[in-house]
């Protein structure tokens, strides 16, 4: 027999992940969780829940009631699909946070280095494989709802909030990191040289070089390229970074963006280009969620939540 669960009304809070290895590690930082499974006769009327649906997770994360959705599978459609049955079945919510791992450029336009395990938050993003396959090269449809797509006001004015607080919300990741022990350690900087990189194309990170990043992984703040190719090349990368003033790559925003007021919160787990490792992701995965329950740190509800949970 299924526990007594809050309103789904009360939910104000999504989070989405597009994986099993993103939901394993946000539902980590779960203070309290009321269900985990496939079905929920409370959300779902009595109705087992399809394969191509999400399983959901419902819980409290610095204080919010939060439902958590794995996505059945990779890209637009998935996401899509379910930010409409999320929508539907939770009508309160107010944020979603598109949570887990993405690949992205060495360094940001501001010329910082961003590592593997760093944070990127994004409230911005372009849909960048619509468009045409010419002989001469790729041509995105420059159609408005297809290029830069911003989030409502009221995500922005918070997403402004959490970039002026940047240093704070570091620290705050950090603690969570330290809390979750074995799943937020650092992997290491040795991989690149096991994966046999040619040398004459390695990037040096005065971060790495100078022994700092193991214990500081940082956030850093910019637009992502969404969509559902996936980026594995350096120099498709540079181009796609260049031409569209974007910082990481990532397949689920672009899906769930004109449904709900998003904020993209993922975990740097490669450079996209080519070079990944199931640790890299693992540890990406962990600061992503840290991140994202630091940032729930700082949402203000719209009503107060009484409860005696």
Partial sequence: ?????????????????????????????????????????????????????????????AGHRVVLACLPGLGKVYSAGESRRLKERFKGLKL????????????????????????????????????????????????????????????RRFASKLEARREQLENRTREILVELANAGAYPGLLSCVELGCDSSLLMSHTRLQNGTSEKTPATHFGAFASGDMIVDAAEDRDEIAEREKVVAFEMTAAGAWVTLPCI??????????????????????????????????????????????
């Fill in 96 to 155: 979603a946070l598109l949570v887990g791992i993405c690949g992205a450029i060495p360094k940001s336009p501001d010329g910082q280095d961003i590592i593997i395990g760093d944070t990127i938050v994004g409230h911005r993003i372009i849909e960048f494989d619509f468009g045409k396959q010419y002989p001469y090269g790729f041509q995105r449809a420059e159609i408005a709802e297809h290029n830069l797509i911003k989030s409502n006001a009221g995500i």
């Fill in 1 to 61: 027999m299924l526990p007594s669960l809050p309103d789904p009304n009360e939910f104000e809070i999504c989070i989405i992940c597009a994986s099993p290895l993103e939901a394993a590690a946000v539902s980590v930082v779960f203070d309290k969780i009321y269900h985990m499974g496939d079905t929920n006769k409370h959300v779902h009327e009595q109705q087992p829940i399809p394969r191509n649906y999400a399983a959901y997770t419902m819980g409290r994360i």
């Fill in 264 to 309: 993209i919160v993922k975990g740097v787990s490669d450079h996209a280009d080519g070079h990944r490792n199931r640790v890299w992701e693992t540890y990406a995965a962990a600061t992503a969620a840290a991140c994202a329950k630091a940032i729930l740190n700082e949402w203000v509800p719209s009503f107060e939540q009484v409860t005696v949970e």
